[in-house]
């Protein structure tokens, strides 16, 4: 989302306060042009990286900022103040004009290059065909100043020239743009360009063999790119490869903390569960300490430990017996292949809840909508067998 705010700029050159609209914010989405022109909607905030002083004319991205010292000097030129005027442009053109004769006059080739491309783009909106490439000529012109003096529009490698072969064609200037384009592509050859560049440097060939003078994205130059189907194959690939790692890493972590993990790891543990039986002094809560530890070693998902603890805790529950309902009640909710497997502990965990059958049939209960791969626990809503948790005040009580 592109948003303005209004802010009091006193003018760099005469002090004249006034309010203006100042870019906040704003975002890009798309390929930006090949002349790095960005996408909407950063491309419609044009003309708000231009201000222009109401009282004096003076034009600049801030104009709040102190000027060059050359300022008021080129201000007075008539040159600049029938651009200032405008000529038929329209105002975020002339203004950028005007920024860009301050630029030039203060030998700034390269931030009065942009301040001519962006005059360029301000045209182009306009539909002003001849005014956009006359400023793309005298960019091009500011630019090569600039790469002259080593001051390069971009650090990538190769760019600056995409650049410049993009001003030539889209004026016309088709022997230019294949002269610049070849030049980038000769650093390939010396060192290596990045592949979007690459590519761009290679559409500007072919665009002004064509001699196109259009407007062309730097989407459109990868397409162009003779391996594009081999690349979007790729890319298509690694995406496929990408998900599927996330899918099984996903069937992985819900594997790892399942029902058919606790009754595999419970069945593991089951022959170490051979401490004393609790006797019935011992009340609930000492219960619920000395079964947290073994609840804690088997891969329960929080919410799953938190409510057998609770459990143990509210009714006193036995911590062996409990172990082993909770063995059985999960080991009914896998298949019967599966269950056949742990016939050993399911032996076992018989053995350890016998004569607890309330506690079991509860558990069984509750667990009746889980599966070998999802729990789900929910206390009965009904009367009859397992609809109760059993209390225990004493150990056997319930026999
Ligand atoms: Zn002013």
């Known amino acids: 989302m592109t948003s ?59 104009i709040g900022q102190r000027p060059h010292a050359s300022a008021g000097a080129t201000m007075k030129r008539a040159a600049y103040r029938a651009m200032l005027l405008g000529n038929g442009l329209p105002s975020t053109a002339s203004h950028m004009a ?20 962006k005059a360029a783009w301000a045209c182009d909106d306009a539909s002003k065909q001849g005014a956009a490439k006359q400023f793309r000529e005298l960019a091009a012109d500011r630019f090569d100043r600039a790469i002259s003096a080593r001051q390069m529009p971009f650090e990538e490698r190769g760019m ?43 559409y500007q060939v072919q665009l002004a063999w064509q001699k196109d003078t259009a407007c062309h994205t730097v989407g459109q130059a990868e397409r162009a790119a003779p391996d594009w189907p081999e690349r979007e194959a790729a890319a298509a690939a690694e995406r496929q490869r990408c998900d599927e790692a996330q899918r099984a890493a ?9 029902p058919r993990a606790l009754v595999r790891s ?35 998902p929080p919410s799953m430990a938190a409510i057998m603890e609770a459990n143990v805790r509210a009714y006193g529950w036995p911590v062996v017996p409990t172990l082993g ?28 809840c016998e004569g607890h059958a309330p506690l079991l049939d509860y558990l069984h ?35």
């Open 160 to 202: 600056s020239h995409a650049l410049m072969a993009d001003l030539w064609r889209r004026a016309g200037r088709f022997d230019m743009a294949v002269s610049l384009a070849s030049a980038g592509l000769v650093l390939k050859a010396m060192g290596g360009v990045n592949r979007t560049v690459e590519d761009m440097l290679r």
């Open 4 to 62: 303005f705010s209004s802010q009091r700029i006193d003018c760099g050159v005469c002090g004249h306060s006034q309010i203006l609209s100042v870019l906040a914010s704003t975002n890009r989405s798309g390929s930006p042009d090949l002349d790095l022109r960005p996408p909407s909607m950063e491309r419609e905030t044009l003309h708000a990286q231009v201000q222009s002083c109401t009282a004096c004319g003076y034009c600049a991205p801030s």
């Open 325 to 352: 309902a909770f063995g059985l009640a999960t080991l009914g909710r896998l298949d019967a292949d599966e269950q056949a497997s742990f016939g050993v502990s399911e032996r076992m965990w018989n053995e350890m």
């Open 98 to 117: 005007c920024w860009g004769m301050l630029e030039e006059a203060a030998d700034q080739p390269l931030r009065a290059g942009w301040a001519a491309l």
């Open 250 to 258: 996903r069937a992985l972590e819900r594997e790892r903390l399942s």
């Open 266 to 300: 419970l069945a593991s543990l089951t022959t170490m569960f051979t401490g004393p039986e609790e006797t019935g002094a011992m009340d609930a809560g000492s219960r619920a300490e000395k079964i947290r530890p073994w609840l804690e070693r088997l891969p329960l």
């Open 365 to 399: 209960w509750c667990l009746r909508d889980a599966t070998a791969l999802t729990w789900h626990y929910s206390p009965p809503q009904r009367e009859g067998i397992g609809a109760k948790p059993p209390a225990y005040p004493a150990v056997g009580a319930t026999k």
